[in-house]
């Protein structure tokens, strides 16, 4: 049997459409040549001179939201309860065994950018792909916006998934989805003009919300789900450990034993 690895991760990186203009993140590079004095600090009576071609140490400085990159949303992100009234869990409260458990990728490039998925919807992909769900199953939703991450319309790409969408995948035991868009809902451009016409606010985050009935995370700003088959690979999205945080960076990964 062989392995193999398909990285399911953006790189977090300055100066790119990753997120809105008052999210995105900031990045200060330090050279080996920037640190040397700092190094030589540490250590009264060494010089720059005395350390190898004058270098210190490489260094990065971030200024950071925890939702910037890819990352898990905890249940306290979407609302300050889950399950119909309980405390939501923070970050670092999310149970290890969500974060580790077999992969179903429904695909649905084909949807136009703000689309609202059905149950329907997803029933017919599961059809397809010859699926049916268990506990703990982690979905990931392959969209339009995943090729433009980076450019200039990705926050206004890639369908969304409603509150009775999400509701569907969670009444079956589902607890981790993940979505290659900047949100598990419909773009905010999007909802923004909905809610202009209609005045209804229960369209806004609505598959978010859908924790105050059934906790759950979700990963947002996956990357290379199109590469993944349809299932039969395992999904690896262990949170960063921030305590009583909204949200956690992960490295998210598809392992595929063949």
Known sequence: MTRHFIDLSVALES????????????????????????MAGFF????????????????????????????????????????GGERAITIDEVPLEWCFAPGIKLDFRHLPDAHI???AEIDAELKRIGHTLSPLDIVLVNTAAGSRYGEADYLERGCGMGRDATLYLLEQGVRVTGTDAWSWDAPFPATAKRFADEKDPSI????????????????????????????????????????AASAGFVRAVAIIDD
């Open 15 to 38: 100066d790119i459409a990753s997120d809105p203009d008052i999210m995105l993140p900031e990045i200060e590079y330090y050279t080996h040549k920037d640190t040397a004095e700092q």
């Open 44 to 83: 009264p009576g060494l010089s720059v001179d005395d350390l190898p071609e004058g270098e210190g140490w490489a260094l990065e400085k971030l200024t950071l939201y925890t939702h910037n990159g890819t990352h898990l949303d905890a249940p306290y992100h979407h609302h300050s309860t889950m399950n």
């Open 117 to 119: 998925v059905t149950p």
């Open 204 to 243: 806004i985050w609505e598959g978010h919300r859908a924790s105050m009935d059934i906790g759950y995370c979700h990963i947002e700003k996956l990357n290379n789900l199109e590469q993944l088959p349809s299932s039969g690979f395992t999904v690896s999205c262990f949170p960063f450990k921030i305590k």
